[in-house]
């Protein structure tokens, strides 16, 4: 598998919310046919589901649930080519919106993955809540179908919809709720030790666009312990995008 990853990322930085890591970044990954599919919820619904150690992020109070389905290439270590069935496969995450000393970051309440040794190494190194699914994306008419069925977890957390681009490209401005929700360099995990564990990552910014979607079968927010939201979603579509990665540090000083 050839690798068209543009190296040239990293030296993309002045739209970022802080300097990048002067450690050595270890990983890329591209990003593809991304939906983000939002919703308001209070955050008295979200702040016992997430781990006291992590501040809750709000936009003007309002917490954020997201399912974000998408599929991935050159998921591949530094300096490694990029490999046929190991380096390119389906994701399908739920996440909220966390900070912690200033840098506000993602927070996972699931991530599921077509890929048995990425949702090993990844639960393994990272401390990282995935689960095994079988998945499927087809692109037809403009449209993208996408399905997954977790396996060997008694959710059989479910996700089955199509979506599409409605709009052009734009770059969310800083300070409205669509920068919020995307324009994010860090995750965070908290292992059983308690540590707070963050995770950075570099991008360039987000290229999105206005969406539409038919969503037939979501019980992504009911695997993870929240009702599912019967608001009309926030969408947004983004064709692709770039990352690398740290491996993740210990910030447990407030």
């Known amino acids: 598998m050839k690798s068209d990853f543009p190296s040239g990322i990293v030296r993309d930085v002045g739209h970022r919310p802080w300097p990048l890591s002067q450690r050595p970044w270890v990983m890329t990954q591209s990003w593809h ?31 954020w649930l997201a399912v974000v389905p998408f ?35 993602v927070y996972f309440f699931s991530l599921d993955a077509a890929n048995f040794l990425a949702v090993t190494v990844a639960r393994a190194m990272f401390d990282l809540p995935y689960y095994r699914a079988t998945m499927a994306v087809r692109a037809e008419g403009g449209w993208f179908s ?22 052009p490209v734009f770059h969310p401005a800083p300070g409205t709720l669509q920068h919020f929700v995307t324009e994010r360099y860090c995750l965070y995990t908290v292992d059983r030790a308690r540590r707070v564990r963050r995770l950075e990552i570099h991008h360039p910014p ?29 969408l947004h579509f983004a064709k692709r995008q770039d990352v690398i990665t740290w491996l993740p540090e210990t910030c447990n000083q407030r």
């Open 33 to 63: 046919d991304l939906l983000f599919v939002h919703w308001p919820i209070a955050t008295s619904v979200l702040r016992p589901l997430v781990p006291p150690e992590l501040e809750l992020d709000a936009f003007d109070g309002i917490g």
């Open 71 to 105: 599929h991935m290439t050159n998921v591949t270590p530094r300096a490694v080519p990029a490999l046929p069935w190991i380096s390119a496969f389906e994701e399908l995450n739920v996440r909220t919106y966390v900070t912690r000393q200033n840098k506000p970051g």
């Open 146 to 167: 996408y399905e997954s069925r977790r396996t060997g977890d008694a959710s059989g957390a479910h996700f089955k919809g199509r979506y599409r681009p409605v709009g």
């Open 206 to 234: 987000w290229p999105l666009q206005p969406a539409e979607a038919s969503i037939e079968v979501n019980t992504m927010p009911d695997a993870n312990g929240i009702t599912g939201p019967t608001t009309p979603p926030l």
